[in-house]
């Protein structure tokens, strides 16, 4: 190790500085929100069974609901533009802007060079939860996915129901794509009911059991048009592994719900970002 220099501890001192500060993002309008959700009508559902993915569709304005059933389990949720595969969810500008947790009120946003929320949480049954003694927390926009490249690369196995597999194989099947077409659309995910955090000695991303319990869910209300895929992950509430046929499962349900005509008057999609995409030239 390095020998440190005299001044160490005062370089350790140093305050930080929020890379992003956010307080000029737009704010969704939650009232409004809230007031065209409780009059709401369920229009459909759909359900991802343990250690597979489902993929469902909300059309912009519309809410969705993901719900814990049958037991602890966390999914691994990805979201595109419904008409633009291109268009898709961004977990570290996401992260950027929020924090590593999401909850109540903070949005999920796109990629470049579209770079505008995709979907609003708008009600979360474990916000009670908060930070942990270890520093971890729930929702967690840190990991990417359990997927079967890691697990052939650390323990030499060939598995196919990891969140990255389900998910792809949900989205081929959403769109007729062939495996081979829809993987590199697969992306870092919305870690939803998982509980995480890092380590403080050696700063590794850690898992632990969710709190999660049956009853439990995560809404949201969708910004534009919506294509979203959801995986049962096979560690079921990741209290010891994720990439597994050993851990307990339990499947994992989303329903879509569409408030009543003109109960988001005043609303609308967000446009694109607004950079004119020179890039100097």
Known sequence: MTKAPEDAEARRAVAPVICYPNETLPRPDMALYAAAREGARKVGEVLAEPRDAAAFRVEAGQFFRI??????????????????????????KTRALH????????????????????????GDTLDWYGIDGFGGSVHDVIGTRCDPYTGNLLSNVQYHHCCHSNLTRALADATGL?????EPHVHDVL????????????????????????????????EIDLLGALSACPGGDCSAEHTSDAAVCHPLLIEIFAPEEDALEGWSSPPVNGYDRSHGR
């Open 191 to 222: 870690n939803v009911f998982m509980c995480t955090g890092f380590t403080r000695d050696t700063g590794q991303y850690f898992m632990k059991a969710s709190p999660v319990r049956p009853g439990d869910y995560l809404e949201f209300m969708a």
């Open 178 to 182: 062939s495996l081979q077409e829809a």
């Open 99 to 122: 924090g590593t947790h999401l909850s109540t009120g903070e949005r999920m946003w796109s990629c470049f060079p579209y770079l505008r929320p995709m979907a609003t949480i708008t």
């Open 67 to 92: 719900t814990s059933v049958g037991g602890p389990q966390v999914g691994d949720l990805n979201l595109w533009n419904a008409h633009d595969l291109s268009e898709r969810f961004y977990s570290g």
